[in-house]
C-alpha cells in the first residue's frame, strides 16, 4: 500500500544518537551532581552513561524513555530538586542540545514534500524540547504534527501517540510509515497499524530491529530510493 505521511521519531533519527547525547549527558551529569564525582558516578550509572568513554550503553533508559522516567531514576541523587523540578530541568538542557543531523534535514524533508507527503514527529522527549530543536535546525515549519511524551497522547511504545497523528492530519494508519532507530517506536508502528521502517542513526542494531521492521535503511535519507523501488 503506497505511503502517504511519514511520523518520525526524533532522537536517532532526525538526529543522530551519539552525536547529539553523549556531550549533552556529561554536561548534564556534571551540573546535576554539582562537582560531586561520587554522585555524578552514581547517577552515571543509572542511566547507563560510560563517563570514561563518553557514550550510552545501548540499554539506556534515556535513549527511548521520557523525561519523566529520566528524572524518576535521577531523582535519588538530585537532592536540590524537586522530581518534577528536575523533569523541566532536563526538558530544557535538552532542547539546547547541540544537534548532529542525520541527513540535511531541510532538503530531505522538502523533498517529502514535493512528493505529497505529509510529515509529523512524535518523540518520547517533551514537546517543548522537540519544538525547540526542529526550530533551531530550521525544519519546524515542515512538519503538520509534533508531540512529545508530554502531549496528551501518550508515549511510544504505546499506539495511541501515532493514531493521533493519523487523527490529526486524516492519513489512515495503513498509509502511514513509522520511522524510528529503536524497539519502542517499531512496536508503536505497529501496534498502531503503520508501516515500519527503522534506522541504524541510534543505538540500535540491524538485527535488533530487523524482526520488528518492514525494512531497515543506514539513515533517513534512504527514504526516497525506498519509494521510487
Do not use: Y
Request: charged letters at 20%; glycine letters at 10%; hydrophobic letters at 50%.
Amino acid at each position: 500500500m503506497p505511503v502517504d505521511a511519514f511520523l518520525f521519531d526524533k532522537d536517532g533519527t532526525l538526529f543522530e544518537f551519539k552525536a547529539t547525547w553523549n556531550a549533552w549527558a556529561a554536561d548534564m551529569l556534571g551540573q546535576l551532581s554539582q562537582g560531586d564525582e561520587a554522585r555524578a558516578e552514581a547517577m552515571a550509572q543509572v542511566i547507563r552513561f560510560d563517563r570514561a568513554a563518553g557514550g550510552f550503553h545501548a540499554d539506556s533508559l534515556v535513549i527511548a524513555g521520557t523525561n519523566g522516567e529520566v528524572a524518576a531514576v535521577l531523582a535519588p541523587f538530585v537532592p536540590q530538586m524537586s522530581e518534577p523540578e528536575l523533569e523541566r530541568f532536563l526538558a530544557k538542557s535538552a532542547g539546547s542540545a547541540a544537534l548532529c543531523e542525520a541527513v540535511p534535514l531541510a532538503a530531505f524533508l522538502d523533498d517529502l514534500l514535493a512528493r505529497g507527503k505529509v510529515l509529523g514527529v512524535m518523540t518520547n522527549d517533551a514537546e517543548t524540547s522537540a519544538i525547540n530543536q526542529l526550530e533551531r535546525a530550521g525544519v519546524l515549519d515542515r512538519f503538520s504534527f509534533v508531540a512529545g511524551f508530554d502531549s496528551g497522547h501518550g508515549a511510544k511504545p504505546d499506539a495511541d501517540p501515532l493514531l493521533a497523528f493519523c487523527a490529526a492530519t486524516g492519513v489512515a494508519p495503513g498509509r502511514t510509515a513509522m520511522v524510528g532507530d529503536s524497539l519502542h517506536d517499531l512496536v508503536a508502528g505497529a501496534a498502531a497499524g503503520m508501516t515500519c521502517i527503522g534506522v541504524l542513526t541510534g543505538m540500535a542494531e540491524r538485527n535488533e530491529l530487523a524482526p520488528h521492521a518492514d525494512v531497515v535503511l543506514p539513515h533517513i535519507g534512504g527514504i526516497p530510493a525506498w519509494l521510487d523501488r
